[in-house]
């Protein structure tokens, strides 16, 4: 790709110290940040109208679930994996989580998220459609071996050639991390060599904890320990550990987090959808630990549109602590941005508006009748803004979508791809 020059000029950015004035972006990199007075670039975007933050980070997604979207609803977790969507992931190849994945790809274009974290199957086939949609994300195989030897040997194998196959690919937009599914459903061996890898090659871990009370209490049958308790036990817990969900913690689990550095990802609709109960975000937030947001796969949201998760989050603590003042919306900006650069350690290269950092951009355009009137800007993008208000992405540099029109992607081919391909999963399921 030439090198191209980028300014956006002219706009609101109310995360930044510089709230209002524009931007320059050289390659895939942020050169400048401040007031207005240059007019000369390659491509010169007029931000007038429109605010500027960082691209949205998803820090829990399934991609390729999208082809389940609206398959099971109103189930407790336990049915509506074991009955529904187990079943059909049964029959699932590389194509349909490519097309999938490439359905969630337009859709999170669509909607203001540049970067993702994603644990599921055929990931060379999600990096595939990563790659051709211009996104940033870690992705790993979730590797589940239910204390068999002769799975745990394949899911590694697996684990193994997606890290030689895509690990810092697309321009170093797309890393692998480890993907244990959960204490519940991997062995101790499973789990002690997802931490002997990780630290090994330098990877993220990944992995569901705490989702559900009974899985809590499973835990507490078969191990005597609570399951952060038990991953501490196995040394599993570390800065480099990012457990999705993290409902059901013990006030001795929030300290163990706290102290270990684990990151968390909090996916509110999912957990209100399955009924999984809600997690302690403001006590844990208040303690310094890292929480970001994630939607969880399309099968249980159903969608992947972080503003409704960013409503979602705040509206929900405050409504469980009777209180009005819990979680405010810059804090949940953040969770949506930075925090989820840090869960996923790129906090250096994305999560703010900087000079020396990736071009990692949205433009959300204001001038609609929920959004006015205009001034307060953090209220809005958090409690009034929809993920079809985003007007511009910019992901490393490069422009995926401008002035709602996606660039990388047609449209109209991904959604008959994905059509298709889940038709052909349900008549095989």
């Given amino acids: 790709m ?227 308790e038990y991953l501490d036990s196995l040394g599993i817990l570390g800065p480099d550990l990012l457990a999705a969900h993290a409902v059901w913690l013990s006030d001795d689990e929030i300290n163990l987090v706290r102290d270990q550095g684990v990151k968390l990802s909090h996916n509110p609709i999912s957990n209100m959808k399955l009924a999984s109960g809600i997690s302690p975000v403001t006590e844990m937030i208040d303690k310094g630990i890292c929480v970001s947001l994630g939607t969880d796969g399309a099968a249980s949201n159903n969608n992947l549109d972080l503003f409704q998760e960013m409503k979602t989050s705040t509206l929900l603590q405050k409504v469980n602590r009777m209180d009005p003042t819990a979680l405010p919306t810059r804090k949940v900006l953040e969770m949506a941005t930075i925090d989820g650069a840090w869960a996923l350690g790129w906090e250096d290269e994305i999560g703010t508006i900087q000079v020396g950092k990736k071009a990692d951009l949205i433009l959300v355009d204001m001038k609609a009748p929920h959004l006015t009137p205009s001034g307060n800007y953090l209220s809005h993008l958090v409690y009034s803004a929809e993920g079809s208000d985003v007007d511009t992405v910019i992901c490393n540099g490069q422009i995926l979508m401008q002035e709602k029109e996606v660039l990388v992607l047609d449209t109209v081919e991904v959604m008959d791809l994905a059509q298709e391909a889940a038709q052909d999963l349900l008549q095989k399921s």
């Avoid at 399934?62 to 082809?67: D, I, P, V």
């Fill in 2 to 228: 030439e090198t191209q020059n980028i300014l956006i000029k002219n706009v609101t950015i109310p995360l930044s110290s510089t709230r209002k004035g524009s931007v320059l972006i050289e390659d895939d990199l942020i050169v400048d940040v401040g007031p207005d007075g240059r007019d000369q670039a390659d491509v010169v975007i007029d931000g007038a109208g429109k605010v500027l933050i960082p691209g949205l980070v998803n820090t829990h997604t399934h991609l390729s679930m999208s082809l389940l979207r609206g398959m099971a609803d109103d189930l407790p977790l336990n049915t509506w994996l074991e009955d529904y969507i187990w079943p059909a992931e049964a029959h699932l190849d590389g194509e349909h989580c490519y097309a999938g994945a490439l359905l969630a790809a337009l859709e999170m274009i669509r909607t203001g998220t540049t970067c993702c974290n994603d644990m599921y199957f055929f990931m060379d086939d999600v990096a595939r459609a990563l790659d051709e949609a211009g996104l940033r994300g870690v992705i790993c195989h979730g590797m589940i071996d239910n204390g068999d030897e002769e799975k745990r040997k394949k899911e590694i194998r697996e684990t193994e050639r997606i890290i030689e196959k895509c690990h810092n690919t697309s321009q170093g937009r797309v890393k692998v991390a480890l993907g244990p599914h959960a204490p519940y459903t991997c062995s101790e061996e499973l789990l002690r060599w997802s931490r002997d890898k990780a630290d090994e090659e330098g990877l993220q871990i990944h992995m569901h904890v705490s989702e559900t009370e009974g899985e809590v209490q499973n835990m507490l049958e078969s191990t005597q320990k609570r399951p952060f």
